[in-house]
């Protein structure tokens, strides 16, 4: 089968790789139907994070091609949508709403890698999610949103309490930053205030629900958002960059007592004891549980009350990915979908 490998930074090739097999009774093979890039896999694009001929890709959607003897939930036939976290989804910490917490956990990026014709799925029943029924076509995008950005935008919102008589703000204009806005309107949220300095996404902001857009950054975004809020700052912010400035404009963001909820994959991020104190603020964050929200969010496309596809901007064939993280990482695109 073809797929996506990251030879070294900034060296994106599509290449033949071995077709997945079961291993384990637990395993089922699904033949991918669309992909995409995401932006944590412009980390290692970039040379922030560690990368050598790795297996690239961690969202997908697509039909049960087969599975393992003791898979019960999907079959052979079924479209189903997978969590870019691995988990059984029956473990203490699953059953707590955690699944990206799971005592199986697996990442699904840089092992499995499914930015790819084929891929084998441990733990199918934990993982994978099938639709009521074989999607058309338009619905593809959307349930793809689903396997990573959407799930992780709504749990930010989630995570950061947003609801019927908050002022969220949101930090962070790509695409789960797009989408915690959406996930904001949909739990309730009176405000939402999108930080966005690129007049496209703000658009698109304006259309999963943002009231207010803020282009300033770092202590003039701070100090934005609380003139805003009449000097108290936000109920709920969700920081969905993971840089230092991202995160320390979203803590300053926070009213006191308010909720923060961090997504973003933070790479050298120190924050100082002193300030996280005084802000007396609640925070919750990291890899989003996006199992627990999956039946939700499928049932919501399906019934098309929502439609996160439009978070993609440019659609391109597997074989054109190099093109595809080029176009992500000059900001030209805000997500790429690949087609197979």
Same mark, same amino acid.
């Given at each position: 089968?073809?797929?996506?490998?990251?030879?070294?930074?900034?060296?994106?090739?599509?290449?033949?790789?071995?077709?997945?097999?079961?291993?384990?009774?637990?395993?089922?093979?699904?033949?991918?139907?669309?992909?995409?890039?995401?932006?944590?896999?412009?980390?290692? @694009?970039?040379?922030?994070?560690?990368?050598?001929?790795?297996?690239?890709?961690?969202?997908?959607?697509?039909?049960?091609?087969?599975?393992?003897?003791?898979?019960?939930?999907?079959?052979?036939?079924?479209?189903?949508?997978?969590?870019?976290?691995?988990?059984?989804?029956?473990?203490?910490?699953?059953?707590?709403? @955690?699944?990206?917490?799971?005592?199986?956990?697996?990442?699904?990026?840089?092992?499995?890698?499914?930015?790819? /014709?084929?891929?084998?799925?441990?733990?199918?029943?934990?993982?994978?999610? #099938?639709?009521?029924?074989?999607?058309?076509?338009?619905?593809?995008?959307?349930?793809?949103?689903?396997?990573?950005?959407?799930?992780?935008?709504? @749990?930010?919102?989630?995570?950061?309490?947003?609801?019927?008589?908050?002022?969220?703000?949101?930090?962070?204009?790509?695409?789960?930053?797009?989408?915690?806005?959406?996930?904001? /309107?949909?739990?309730?949220?009176?405000?939402?205030?999108?930080?966005?300095?690129?007049?496209?996404?703000?658009?698109?902001?304006?259309?999963?629900?943002?009231?207010?857009?803020?282009?300033?950054?770092?202590?003039?975004?701070?100090?934005?958002?609380?003139?805003?809020?009449?000097?108290?700052?936000?109920?709920?912010?969700? /920081?969905?960059?993971?840089?230092?400035?991202?995160?320390?404009?979203?803590?300053? #963001?926070?009213?006191?007592?308010?909720?923060?909820?961090?997504?973003?994959?933070?790479?050298?991020?120190?924050?100082?004891?002193?300030?996280?104190?005084?802000?007396?603020?609640?925070?919750?964050?990291?890899?989003?549980?996006?199992?627990?929200?999956?039946?939700?969010?499928?049932?919501?496309?399906?019934?098309?009350?929502?439609?996160?596809?439009?978070?993609?901007?440019?659609?391109?064939?597997?074989?054109?990915?190099?093109?595809? @993280?080029?176009?992500?990482? /000059?900001?030209?695109?805000?997500?790429?979908?690949?087609?197979?």
């Amino acid at each position: 089968m073809r797929g996506v490998v990251m030879y070294t930074a900034g060296d994106v090739r599509v290449e033949e790789r071995e077709d997945p097999k079961i291993i384990e009774s637990t395993d089922a093979i699904v033949r991918l139907t669309a992909t995409c890039v995401c932006g944590s896999d412009l980390w290692p @694009y970039r040379g922030i994070e560690p990368t050598d001929h790795t297996a690239m890709g961690h969202e997908y959607v697509g039909v049960v091609e087969e599975i393992g003897s003791e898979v019960r939930t999907v079959k052979v036939g079924d479209f189903v949508v997978g969590s870019f976290v691995i988990s059984d989804n029956t473990c203490e910490i699953c059953r707590s709403g @955690y699944q990206s917490g799971c005592a199986h956990r697996e990442f699904v990026a840089g092992t499995i890698g499914t930015q790819a /014709e084929k891929a084998r799925i441990p733990h199918a029943d934990g993982t994978l999610v #099938a639709t009521p029924g074989q999607p058309d076509a338009e619905l593809i995008p959307s349930l793809l949103a689903a396997s990573d950005v959407l799930g992780t935008g709504w @749990y930010g919102a989630v995570a950061a309490e947003a609801g019927p008589g908050k002022t969220v703000a949101v930090v962070g204009d790509g695409a789960v930053g797009l989408m915690a806005v959406l996930a904001a /309107e949909q739990l309730g949220a009176e405000r939402i205030i999108a930080m966005s300095r690129h007049p496209g996404r703000q658009e698109l902001a304006r259309f999963y629900g943002a009231t207010d857009i803020v282009a300033e950054r770092g202590d003039d975004g701070v100090a934005k958002i609380k003139e805003l809020t009449g000097g108290l700052g936000a109920h709920s912010v969700i /920081e969905a960059v993971g840089t230092q400035e991202s995160t320390m404009q979203a803590i300053g #963001a926070t009213r006191p007592g308010g909720h923060l909820g961090f997504v973003g994959v933070n790479h050298d991020v120190t924050i100082k004891g002193i300030d996280l104190f005084f802000a007396g603020i609640h925070v919750e964050g990291g890899p989003a549980p996006v199992r627990r929200f999956l039946p939700h969010l499928i049932q919501l496309i399906w019934d098309r009350e929502i439609d996160p596809g439009k978070v993609f901007d440019l659609t391109l064939p597997l074989d054109q990915a190099a093109d595809a @993280y080029k176009a992500m990482d /000059e900001r030209r695109a805000t997500k790429v979908l690949l087609t197979l």
